[in-house]
């Protein structure tokens, strides 16, 4: 079945660590994306990606990385430099140029920092 | 940027009556999406419905359907009918058409209604 994989679903660091999310797609989708959710927020943009070898910083980037070397995967790298990473992480995707608009989620993954 | 609010942190209703929930959005673009997403406790983001700003019809699926008002910048959710099941955090979302030379691309989300559907 086509779908959004990412791992750990549950993931905890100590300060001063940094820790990378996986997401994975095989939908053949060209846009991907991280969202970050905290209790009473709606979810706000961290990164997305158009194309390969290509990505944008969004709305609160700042403590994160990320790459997009493959058109499957799109890691997420949460550094020491963020304050506050403890939270609900959302990859998605979109078709891209042949696009209705769309974002498919995967099922998520918690960071918690100990 | 745009911006989008929901200002019911938390609905309830009876099974198997009507609710409605509340979206409006701030832009200053003509061509966009709306979307409603619902959230369960298992977290994962599902897509109840979508809109496209062109169209003036409203979008329906089954027991949901909207009230796209466009000058008014509102978006509502009528859920019709409710189910056990539909208890959940609906979100509302933007989007800007994608690849058209506008800015950052991806969806605007609003802080979500938490409902409560009473048995």
């Known amino acids: 079945d086509g779908g959004i994989t990412q791992s750990p679903k549950y993931l905890f660091r100590k300060e001063g660590q940094n820790v990378t999310l996986s997401c994975e797609q095989n939908l053949n989708h060209d846009a991907m994306y991280w969202y970050r959710q905290d209790p009473g927020q709606g979810l706000r943009l961290i990164y997305y990606s158009q194309i390969v070898n290509d990505f944008q910083k969004g709305d609160i980037a700042e403590g994160y990385s990320v790459s997009r070397e493959k058109k499957e995967s799109f890691p997420l790298t949460v550094t020491s430099a963020q304050k506050n990473p403890t939270a609900f992480y959302l990859c998605?995707?979109?078709?891209?140029?042949?696009?209705?608009?769309?974002?498919?989620f995967g099922e998520g993954s918690r960071l918690t920092v100990l | 940027a745009q911006t989008v609010t929901q200002s019911q942190p938390e609905m309830s209703v009876q099974e198997a009556e009507t609710v409605t929930l509340s979206c409006t959005y701030d832009t200053s673009e003509s061509d966009y999406y709306l979307f409603w997403y619902k959230q369960p406790p298992s977290r994962q983001m599902i897509l109840v419905i979508r809109?496209?700003?062109?169209?003036?019809q409203n979008a329906t699926e089954n027991r949901f359907s909207v009230n796209f008002q466009k000058a008014a910048k509102s978006f509502s959710l009528k859920i019709s009918d409710s189910q056990l099941g539909d208890a959940a955090m609906y979100f509302c979302?933007?989007?800007?058409?994608?690849?058209?030379?506008?800015?950052?691309?991806?969806?605007?989300f609003g802080k979500g209604t938490h409902l409560i559907i009473q048995p």
């Open positions: 998605a995707s979109s078709r891209g140029l042949v696009d209705t608009g769309e974002l498919f």
């Open positions: 809109q496209e700003a062109y169209k003036q």
């Open positions: 979302a933007y989007r800007s058409r994608p690849y058209s030379g506008g800015g950052a691309d991806g969806l605007t």
